[in-house]
């Protein structure tokens, strides 16, 4: 699955590198997308930083690339099984783009970019298997001290449709698709305190992949206006606004 490859990369791959970025394959970029990435970095002025986003869109058959737009993520809902909440993404025009990059609750895996700090601090953990991925790795980075900004100069596209000639990773493995969505479900509900677990499988080094001590979970959920435990939004949740947090006080 995606976060095993993901976890296998930055722990096999990586060596000397400053800097990561991390995304989906089916991608494209704008002209200058990298200069435009370490503008972002240095405007934002803080060590921590991480930024993430849902790119706009583009079809490959077609050739059509939607115009470029400030995408912020929200969230409206929570998954109704699994309890965790659902990240969404609200659109502003080209006009409403911030001069700084603003704070966002969370990250995307198909466009992350940060410093190789933050991924060898905060691995990414394997034995999640794809659903709950980004909100699990978002409230890690959190309560590890990283601060996640929305990207303020768009650089990216993504293809969101599926073609026939796309394999996807469940269809490969599916013997043990079953099996590895409830493991990772287990995991993440027992990390986000929605359900705790006794599965020797759904703890496997579980304290490698665990929260941060900078913040805390209870912490992020006041600077997101998420509560997960009781599924309640804030407005400020809807509309993807995070209150900045010192790293170590509730404000």
């Keep these: 699955g995606a976060c095993w490859a993901r976890h296998r990369i930055f722990t096999t791959l990586l060596h000397e590198e400053e800097f990561v970025l991390q995304i989906d394959s089916h991608s494209r970029f704008d ?44 969230c409206q809902s929570f998954d109704e099984k699994l309890g965790f909440p659902l990240i969404s993404s609200g659109v502003r025009p080209p006009s ?14 198909g466009c992350t970019f940060t410093t190789a700090k933050a991924v060898r601090q905060v691995p990414y953990d394997p034995y999640l298997y794809f659903l709950g991925e980004e909100i699990n790795y978002s409230i890690r980075l959190w309560t590890h001290g990283f601060n996640i900004y929305t990207p303020n100069m768009p650089f990216m596209y993504h293809y969101y449709g599926r073609s026939p ?42 304290e490698r992949f665990g929260l941060g001590r900078s913040r805390t979970l209870d912490q992020w959920q006041i600077a997101s206006g998420i509560n997960i435990k009781q599924r309640t939004l804030t407005d400020d949740a809807r509309l993807g606004i995070m209150r900045k947090f010192d790293n170590r006080i509730v404000a």
């Design 31 to 74: 002209k200058g997308w990298d200069t435009k990435l370490f503008r972002m970095f240095e405007k934002a002025n803080d060590p921590m930083a991480v930024f993430s986003t849902y790119p706009s869109s583009f079809d490959p058959y077609s050739g059509y690339f939607s115009p470029q737009t400030y995408n912020r993520f929200d």
């Design 165 to 206: 000639q796309r394999a996807v990773h469940w269809e490969d493995q599916a013997s043990v698709f079953a099996e590895l969505n409830r493991v990772s479900f287990a995991r993440n509900k027992h990390l986000l305190n929605i359900e705790k677990t006794t599965d020797v499988k759904a703890l496997s080094h579980i």
């Design 96 to 109: 409403e783009v911030p001069e700084f990059p603003e704070l966002t609750p969370f990250v995307s895996g």
